[in-house]
Nanobody, 127 residues
Framework: QAQLVESGGGHAQVGGSLRLSCAAS????????IGWFRQAPGKEREGVSC????????DYADSVKGRFTISSDNAKNTVYLRLNNLTPEDTAVYYC????????????????????WGEGTLVTVSS
């Protein structure tokens, strides 16, 4: 049973930056993927970014390409999401999720395929 804990959310000004962390525990396989999702008030949850811990493949939603960067520290079982050049439209609860499968040359950004979820961390962006 995997457990995911997000941290690093908070308030940022427009154009500012934050770094979110997703610490995973209780999952022994090295073949899995982590996805970051977000849900803004009144909107559906959307995939933001993902990384395969099997081969390092990464992907981003078009809305965050060039601004967000996903990375991992396998020794710490932690995945990071760096949020740069933030806009008010980035305001949301950010969740990380784990897909317990081997992904090669791709990674999942669809919530339906994720097996474990964190509780989320709130990011608020204002001017």
């Amino acid at each position: 049973q995997a457990q995911l804990v997000e941290s690093g959310g908070g308030h940022a000004q427009v154009g500012g930056s934050l770094r979110l962390s997703c610490a995973a525990s209780g999952f022994t396989s090295s073949d899995y993927a982590i996805g970051w999702f977000r849900q803004a008030p009144g909107k559906e949850r959307e995939g933001v970014s993902c990384i395969s811990l099997s081969d390092g493949s990464r992907d981003y939603a078009d809305s965050v390409k060039g601004r967000f960067t996903i990375s991992s520290d396998n020794a710490k079982n932690t995945v990071y999401l760096r949020l740069n050049n933030l806009t008010p439209e980035d305001t949301a609860v950010y969740y990380c999720a784990l897909a317990s499968a081997s992904y090669r040359n791709t990674c999942p950004m669809r919530d339906i395929v994720m097996d474990y979820w964190g509780e989320g961390t709130l990011v608020t962006v204002s001017s």
